[in-house]
């Protein structure tokens, strides 16, 4: 099945174009299954956490979500027939919070599975005669791109599901390389002169599968700034706790106050003290603090890092700092699509897509420094700002409202850079995550700011 246009003139896209959004789906199923087929059933159905889906139903849902738009509205001008329209209120996010998601009647483990299997043979027949026929979504294979990096999207909250999981280690995955420069570069800040630079991309070329928040490009000024050089790490943020960061109200906004002493939290998510000392549990296995301390800390929410920022006598960056770090080169003044250039990630320049399956030491990439020297602003963990969620100037929503404009204002604070779990496709530098001020079993951490006398 083809559509309209598509057929009546033969054109398709390129072939180049196919196998590569081929290959994005293909690489963001194989995370799906090996996470899903690293627990038995009883697991797969059971929820971990009231914060989190059941890991069958975010199997099924990514089949749905394909089913939607690759082979019903992929397929023709009209939505044409899906393979299972019956289940699409189940499995519909808006609708259904995760912590009643377990009372729903869900498809079984294999039926979940045979579900997205079928969806993807249908989705892949239809992509070999796909082509551009006057609709946006199909232009440069657009809702191709959105569905491999919405797949992406839900493999990294599976592998938090893992993350919090109660019982023996299911993961592996080799350590993070080293770092010889880890104790050179902590604590060290970096001096950015600010000016004009654009914020946002036009989706075009390379980012063409950008997502509508993300749009459109702006031009900017931003006055001078200190950034930290690296994530604030295990090590700084076990001072601050032992200093008694949770203890002292004058270090925390009313709501954070309010909240941690309302969930009793006294240090990250997972930490915990033994014979005197701190220790982390990460996938199931215990480790002492002491020996990743050069690791950028993780499973903090923007209260904490927020009150750490207060502590350090310093603040959060503000999302647009945030980019121009991450983006603008000073010597040259351009604008370039990561911070060391225009050219995609690999395992050299930046801890993605699962390789590790903890952040790496600060330091680790050098190959994926900034031209000022700010390392690891993508990947290893999501990084806090202290901005709001708020569409650009000339926002127009895209594919459909609920990705983005719904969650505009309120209390959702900024995450930029991605994470060890995210996937290749997604990571981006004008890439926009965002969550409540609470959230902490995202991969969180974050690094601090402060404002420069030289404005």
Not at 132 to 140: E, K, Q, S, V, Y
Not at 419 to 430: E, L, W
Request: include cysteine.
């Amino acid at each position: 099945m083809t559509s309209d246009l598509s057929a009546a003139t033969g054109t398709r896209y390129p072939e180049a174009l196919r196998r590569r959004l081929a290959e994005d789906l293909e690489t963001a199923r194989r995370r799906t299954r090996a996470l899903a087929d690293a627990v038995d059933d009883d697991d797969l159905t059971r929820q971990h956490s009231p914060l989190m889906s059941p890991l069958h139903w975010d199997v099924a849902h990514i089949a749905n979500m394909e089913d939607l738009w690759l082979v019903r509205r992929a397929a023709a001008e009209d939505p044409g027939p899906g393979v299972r329209e019956d289940i699409d209120h189940l499995y519909d996010a808006f609708t259904n919070p995760r912590a009643g998601r377990p009372a729903l009647p869900l498809l079984d483990p294999t039926q979940a599975r045979d579900y997205g299997a079928t969806v993807r043979e249908r989705a892949l027949a239809i992509l070999e005669q796909a082509g551009p026929d006057g609709r946006a979504i199909m232009d440069d294979g657009f809702v191709y791109g959105m569905i491999a990096q919405h797949e992406q999207q839900h493999v990294e909250t599976m592998l938090a599901t893992h993350q919090l999981r109660v019982g023996p280690r299911a993961l592996d995955a080799p350590p993070p390389p080293a770092s010889p420069r880890a104790a050179e570069l902590i604590g060290t800040e970096v001096f950015h002169p600010g000016g004009w630079f654009t914020m946002g991309t036009d989706a075009t070329g390379p980012d063409r599968y950008a997502l509508d928040n993300e749009r459109p490009a702006h031009r900017v000024e931003v006055t001078p700034f200190h950034l930290d050089a690296v994530p604030v790490t295990n090590g700084e943020y076990a001072r601050f706790v032992d200093d008694g960061g949770y203890a002292r109200p004058e270090l925390w906004s009313g709501a954070g106050w309010e909240h941690i002493r309302g969930e009793g939290w006294t240090a990250p998510m997972t930490w915990e003290q033994r014979d005197g000392a701190w220790h982390r549990t990460s996938f199931g296995t215990r480790e002492p603090i002491a020996d990743v301390a050069d690791q950028p800390v993780l499973h903090v929410c923007f209260h904490e890092a927020l009150a750490y920022a207060t502590w350090a006598g310093k603040r959060l960056p503000t999302e647009t700092e945030w980019e121009y770090a991450a983006r603008y080169d000073p010597a040259t003044g351009e604008t370039r699509r990561f911070p060391w250039g225009d050219e995609d990630p690999t395992p050299e320049r930046a801890n993605l897509d699962q390789h590790h399956l903890q952040p790496a030491p600060v330091g680790a990439y050098p190959a994926g420094a900034s031209p000022l020297g700010v390392h690891q602003l993508i990947g290893d963990v999501w990084e806090w700002c202290g901005s709001g969620f708020s569409g650009y100037p000339g926002f127009a929503p895209f594919p459909y409202e609920e990705y983005s404009q719904v969650f505009f204002g309120g209390d959702f604070r900024m995450l930029r850079g991605a994470s060890f779990g995210v996937g290749t496709v997604t990571a981006r530098a004008t890439f926009r995550n965002w969550d409540l001020p609470i959230r902490r079993q995202i991969f969180s951490g974050f690094r601090c700011a402060r404002s420069s006398e030289h404005a």
